[in-house]
């Protein structure tokens, strides 16, 4: 089956520590992009990546890093600095000249 | 970049026809609207898009106005399976780049389909 895998569902971790968020795809898509979502609200772009070793800050990149080593694979860091990590993250490829975003199940973290 | 207006809540009968509506008064001639729902604590899915003309698919139906500053998604049938948050999206095409999409997703209209 193709499509976007997230792991884990669920994550949790202490105030003050790095944690990476997996995304795989297997849609042999070149753009693949990060977004968070808070309680409520609509989702906001982190990074985005239109090809192998090649990202671009989204709108809220601060605090967060990612890396596209492989066109399966685009990892997000969610280091230290980032303020207020508690959040939904969603991972999405995309096909070349089309809107059509594919979208994983989500990483919910928590931060205490 | 064009922005969408869409009410914050709606509700329709299980059966019956759900048509969402959304405002995009400053679009301009190359950007697309693009529709996606997003059901609880999963991620967006992607319904249908268009330019000028009115599309139909299996999941829903686009009627966008002739001066496309509007426009309504359709579900024809409604199911306790629609219940979700739909997006109405303009794609920002002047933000395209060697085919990454940048989109800007609002916060929708949460629509609740009643038995």
């Known amino acids: 089956d193709g499509g976007i895998t997230q792991s884990p569902k669920y994550l949790f971790r202490k105030e003050g520590q790095n944690v990476t968020l997996s995304c795989e795809q297997n849609?042999?898509?070149?753009?693949m992009y990060w977004y968070r979502q808070d309680p409520g609200q609509g989702l906001r772009l982190i990074y985005y990546s239109q090809i192998v070793n090649d990202f671009q800050k989204g709108d809220i990149a601060e605090g967060y890093s990612v890396s596209r080593e492989k066109k399966e694979s685009f990892p997000l860091t969610v280091t230290s600095a980032q303020k207020n990590p508690t959040a939904f993250y969603l991972c999405?490829?995309?096909?070349?000249?089309?809107?059509?975003?594919?979208f994983g199940p989500g990483t919910r973290l928590t931060v205490t | 970049d064009a922005k969408t207006t869409q009410p914050t809540s709606m509700d329709c009968a299980e059966g019956r026809a759900a048509n969402l509506p959304c405002n995009h008064s400053?679009?301009?001639?190359?950007?697309?609207v693009y529709w996606y729902r997003q059901i609880h604590s999963q991620g967006p899915q992607y319904i249908i898009h268009g330019l000028k003309n009115n599309e139909t698919n299996e999941m829903a139906s686009l009627i966008i106005t002739e001066d496309r500053k509007s426009s309504t998604l359709i579900l024809p049938h409604a199911t306790l399976r629609d219940t979700a948050v739909y997006y109405c999206?303009?794609?920002?095409?002047?933000?395209?780049?060697?085919?990454?999409?940048?989109?800007?997703f609002g916060q929708g209209t949460r629509l609740t389909i009643n038995p």
């Open positions: 999405a490829s995309s096909p070349p000249g089309t809107g059509e975003q594919y």
């Open positions: 999206i303009v794609r920002v095409a002047s933000l395209i780049i060697q085919g990454a999409q940048k989109l800007v």
């Open positions: 849609l042999n898509h070149d753009a």
């Open positions: 400053t679009i301009s001639g190359n950007e697309y």
